[in-house]
Nanobody, 121 residues
Framework: VQLQASGGGLVQAGGYLRLSCAASGRTFSGYYMGWFRQAPGKEREFVAA????????YYTDSVKGRFTISRDKSENTVYLQMNSLKPEDTAVYYC???????????????WGQGTKVTVSS
């Protein structure tokens, strides 16, 4: 199983980015696909997740209304559209896949390599 995250970069506050997580190696029916982020000196934290089968989405409070997670089953890819970016969104963003839950890092079975997002003020 491979998860390949991409789309990070440098953007000014108020700008936007779209992260992609291309999945391969198995079917993800029944999985939660999630995005976590880790800022320098901080622990990895949950950002958003989507149930691959139902499409139900989940967000941490700090990104609600700004970020949107989606998936394209035909492309086996999960997206994180990030709008109205803030300097505090600066982090390395990781995508993961979990069979047992979406909220906690320890529930995830597979991880991508991370993509760096830097938001300048």
């Amino acid at each position: 199983v491979q998860l390949q995250a991409s789309g990070g970069g440098l953007v000014q506050a108020g700008g936007y980015l779209r992260l992609s997580c291309a999945a391969s190696g198995r079917t993800f029916s029944g999985y939660y696909m999630g995005w976590f982020r880790q800022a320098p000196g901080k622990e990895r934290e949950f950002v958003a997740a989507i149930n691959w089968s139902s499409g139900m989405t989940y967000y941490t409070d700090s990104v609600k209304g700004r970020f949107t997670i989606s998936r394209d089953k035909s492309e086996n890819t999960v997206y994180l559209q990030m709008n109205s970016l803030k300097p505090e969104d600066t982090a390395v963003y990781y995508c993961g896949a979990s069979r047992s839950g979406y909220r906690f890092e320890r529930a995830y079975d597979y991880w991508g390599q991370g993509t760096k997002v830097t938001v300048s003020s």
